[in-house]
């Protein structure tokens, strides 16, 4: 039950272009390219999200 209130909210953050734990915009993140994409770090928490034709997700970790 708590995976389906937290889940529409995290893609909103995610279709906005923000972090889903703190909220930043992953713009200002570091980035660098790899094969999975551009891999974008959070400046602020440090999650690592994968943009991929304008989208964004978490990376799971085989792609760290």
Same mark, same amino acid.
């Given at each position: 039950?708590? %995976?389906?209130?937290?889940?529409?909210? *995290?893609?909103?953050?995610?279709?906005? !272009? @923000?972090?889903?734990?703190?909220?930043? &915009?992953?713009?200002?993140?570091?980035? %660098?390219?790899?094969?999975?994409?551009? *891999?974008?770090?959070?400046?602020?928490? !440090? @999650?690592?999200?994968?943009?991929k034709? &304008?989208?964004?997700?978490?990376?799971?970790?085989?792609?760290?």
């Amino acid at each position: 039950m708590f %995976k389906s209130v937290i889940a529409p909210m *995290q893609a909103w953050l995610l279709s906005q !272009g @923000r972090c889903v734990g703190c909220g930043t &915009n992953l713009s200002e993140g570091k980035s %660098k390219k790899t094969k999975f994409g551009e *891999q974008i770090t959070c400046k602020k928490c !440090g @999650r690592i999200f994968i943009k991929k034709d &304008n989208k964004y997700r978490r990376a799971l970790l085989n792609e760290v």
